[in-house]
């Protein structure tokens, strides 16, 4: 498969680095032409007002907006959650998302930089180090949303941080920045091989 990761800003890099070891083709997407060559793409963790508006400037807001409508896979982490949300609970002011998944995140749910953490959490049935980095979290969700993680804070709250619908997962960690390669094989596995055309 083609993997494409939109590369305008935020750790693009490590996502590439990590469809290459999943035995993929990576690609870099900043431009249209980039994007219809592309299977599917991957939403990188970085920041997510830069990352819609850079996404205008370079010509590939509505394009990317269109490709998810029709159905192309995509997998966004952390800022790449909030990407595709329909709605924030807590936008910044013009913030723009490609949207997709019917859920309303919250920016910066965990806290600052300060407060970013490492966690054991089960993602679809296994356990895996989850790393969170100015993290978003689900706040609610619609009925065709399936939760494949949730995290439980100290004061008893569970807040889901691994969602998918139909041709969308969307992570609020980063996986990206650890060796453990199941979440983007269970992007591969289960969500491109059904959704490739």
């Known amino acids: ?49 830069t990352i819609a508006k850079l996404a205008r400037s370079f010509g590939v807001f509505e394009p990317i907006k269109e490709r998810i409508t029709s159905g192309m896979p995509v997998y966004g982490s952390c800022a790449g959650m909030i990407l595709l949300a329909d709605k924030l609970a807590n936008p910044a002011p013009d913030q723009e998302t490609f949207g997709g998944i019917d859920m309303v995140v919250r920016r910066n749910a965990f806290g600052r930089q300060i407060d970013s953490f490492e966690s054991k959490i089960q993602f679809a049935g296994d356990t895996l180090e989850a790393v969170f980095i100015r ?61 490739i055309k």
């Open 1 to 49: 498969m083609k993997i494409g990761v939109l590369a305008l800003q935020g750790d693009f890099r490590e996502h590439m680095a990590a469809i290459k070891s999943a035995g993929h083709a990576a690609l870099s997407v900043r431009r249209v032409e980039e994007l219809d060559e592309v299977d599917a793409l991957i939403l990188p963790g970085g920041e997510s007002t």
């Open 135 to 195: 993290a978003p979290w689900v706040d609610s969700l619609g009925a065709e949303v399936e939760v494949l993680s949730t995290v439980v804070l100290p004061d008893g709250g569970s807040y889901p941080v691994a969602v998918k619908q139909g041709n969308l997962l969307a992570t609020s960690f980063h996986p990206e920045l650890t060796s453990d390669l199941r979440v983007h094989t269970y992007f591969f596995e289960q969500i491109c091989k059904s959704h």
